[in-house]
């Protein structure tokens, strides 16, 4: 994944030519730089944004996604960094990020492929703005920092004693510069990288414990259908390892539908998160966040 992080390889260099670049900041509404797309992906966004909601909005258009491949590092290989539109293959940040600026377009009552880049640049960069790589978001606890201050999205007040208090300390990417292709381009970088993880890091917040996840609706009635679920991870340098998006199950209990990289596709997961939790390792509880516009 990446903001939380997926672990870039050196199998990039090997990675398919990026598709083809498209119109300009001014033609496509982003404040700044160029899009990434096909023009398949772009006419997807625009058919999605006609179509009726029915339901749940961030569900509805999550929905539409089910089956898509599972696919990682969409976002890296661009230098200069670019705005990266792929609806053809997923992780389960670009699906979270997608679903979010499908959402916010459509709350917006516009079907506009500029206004879909603008959302979804505003999600996906520090301030909104995408100035090169050190500008995107990497790891989730700036993410989520970054968009709360903008209103993009807020965080779900979960029950004080179901709760356990949370302290990052990102220092994976500055740590592993080698594994990251930009960092391996710019070592130069890695340096601002690790600045970075410092400011962000230390005392923030609190989690849900992984046991209490396994509560009821009414227990959990906080928690509602569209919400961010964020996993918190005690990997050594990272902060959260996954992400997806809260469905409550017919059975009573929490669900994610999320990009898995179990099942290599989108998915609306048949186990439990509580369950899902159990047999993550390195899992220990969740942060949860509404769409705020």
Known sequence: MRFFIFIISAVLAALPRPAQTVPTAAQTGTKSGRVVCTRADSAEVV???RLPIQGNDVLFFAR???GRPYVAHTLEGHDPERLVVNLRGLDCTT???TVYALTLTKRQKSDSFSDFCH???SLRYRGGKMNGYLSRLHYFTWWMHDNTARGNVAEVR???ALTAPLYVRNHYMSSHPQLYGMLRRHPEWTDSIAALERQANGSDGSYLREGATAGSRRQLAAIHDGDLIAIVTT?????YSHLGLAVWGK???LHMMHASTIYKRVVEDRTDLFTYLKRQRQAVGIRVFRLAK
């Open 95 to 97: 699906f979270v990020e």
């Open 119 to 121: 959302n979804l640049e």
């Open 158 to 160: 979960l029950p004080e």
């Open 251 to 253: 059975d009573g209990r």
């Open 235 to 239: 990997k050594d340098g990272l902060d």
């Open 64 to 66: 539409q996604f089910l």
């Open 47 to 49: 058919r999605l944004l």
